[in-house]
């Protein structure tokens, strides 16, 4: 079964108001498979926080002179980081980094000083290491990667992931990406296509109210829908709210109302729901208004970490595992933990027998 949904029946979803938004809430149920609503365990490490792009939203992002900037975790670093998780139990080992950080002298200096010439043999070596030395999984989300790269990273990590945002060019002239020549859609676009040729199991999404009309949020959930239909190996679509922080060129800009919220996740389930993709929400961007999202669709909460903040929304902590269960069973849903990659992608069509192996001892 596929979903028949057009932009036109997206738009409507879009702009419902009063009591349309209750009977489109209602049409979501057909789509829940069980009372399940899933997160991952794990631990955000960032390897490194310069980037060649320059968001308006973001503060993951810092200055080569920032003396509080991170321009080269070591392997130590990361496997004491790593260890440090596994004694929590987690299961994900989220590794973050800025757009080719190596076209910067700074990282390109650290990386010789490792024994390294490219940040892409740093990254497959750290994803190794994780899998040959803890009972952790890669997942790696580090901007666009060539078809080549890809193929590298597909064989030491269970799963990866980059957000499409938005597929309009336009965004790419207002201050959210004018700066950002790695948020260029088609560049997305072209990686999460070449991560479905390479039966990538994958991780995107949109974010609001970065100045985007209603037209590009339709726009840009078809987009991804376009993908999954070709290649199948999206697995799961966050929909995520821009959020203010003090100090970013954005810091002014409005966020995404509430009801754009509640409408985006609906839009989102009903044209992902027949494929089984699950839609996640981040808990700790909606902190008083997460469960409502449960009862639009979404039945994910995405990776959440006992030992590690979100270092891409710094001002915004992750509930506690207690906490994320009680707000879950108060909606009448029950917490489930999961792996990053999600159970239909672990087979030998997606993954390798390494990957495999290391799943089956987890459990």
């Known amino acids: 079964m596929h979903s028949n949904l057009t932009k036109e029946d997206i738009l409507q979803i879009l702009n419902a108001t009063d009591s349309e938004i209750i009977d489109y809430m209602s049409q979501t149920v057909q789509y829940r498979e069980n009372n399940l ?19 308006g939203y973001c503060n993951f992002k810092k200055n080569p002179d920032d003396p509080q900037a991170i321009i080269l975790k070591t392997k130590q670093e990361v496997l004491e980081s790593l260890k440090e998780a596994e004694k929590y139990g987690c299961k994900e080992a989220l590794f973050t980094f800025g ?11 650290k990386l010789q000083e490792y024994g ?56 790419m002239e207002l201050p959210a990406h004018n700066k950002s020549p790695g948020k260029n859609p088609k560049l997305r676009l072209e990686t999460i296509s070449n991560a479905g040729k390479l039966k990538i199991p994958y991780t995107t999404g949109i974010l609001i109210g970065i100045g985007e ?47 754009d919220m509640i409408r985006t996740v609906i839009a989102g389930t009903l044209l992902f729901g027949d494929a089984a993709v699950s839609i996640q929400v981040p808990p700790n961007l ?78």
């Open 37 to 55: 609503i899933t997160f991952s365990k794990n631990v955000f490490i960032p390897l490194t926080e310069i980037c060649r792009n320059d968001c």
């Open 99 to 109: 757009e080719d950080a190596d076209e910067e002298e700074i990282v390109r200096l």
């Open 116 to 171: 390294y010439d490219k940040m892409i043999d740093y990254i497959v070596d750290i994803c190794q290491m994780t899998l040959d030395e803890t009972r952790l999984l890669p997942h790696t989300n580090g901007g666009n990667f060539s078809f080549e790269d890809l193929k590298r990273l597909k064989e030491v990590n269970a799963s990866l992931g980059l957000m499409l945002e938005n597929s309009s060019s336009r965004l």
């Open 213 to 259: 009309t209603k037209e590009e949020v339709a726009e840009s959930l078809l987009a991804i829908r376009d993908l999954y239909d070709e290649y199948g190996h999206i697995q799961e679509v966050i929909i995520q709210n821009f959020t203010p922080i003090p100090g970013i060129e954005m810091e002014n800009f409005p966020e995404p109302t509430f009801l």
């Open 286 to 363: 909606n902190n008083d208004t997460a469960q409502i999202f449960l009862l639009c669709g979404a039945d994910d909460w995405g990776g959440v970490s006992p030992v590690s903040p979100d270092y891409v929304n710094i001002t915004s902590p992750w509930p506690g595992i207690d906490e994320l269960e009680k707000l879950t069973n108060d909606a009448g849903f029950e917490l489930a933990e999961r792996l990053c990659v999600y159970e239909k992608y672990i087979n030998g069509e997606w993954l390798n027998e390494n990957l495999l192996e290391k799943i089956a001892n987890l459990s």
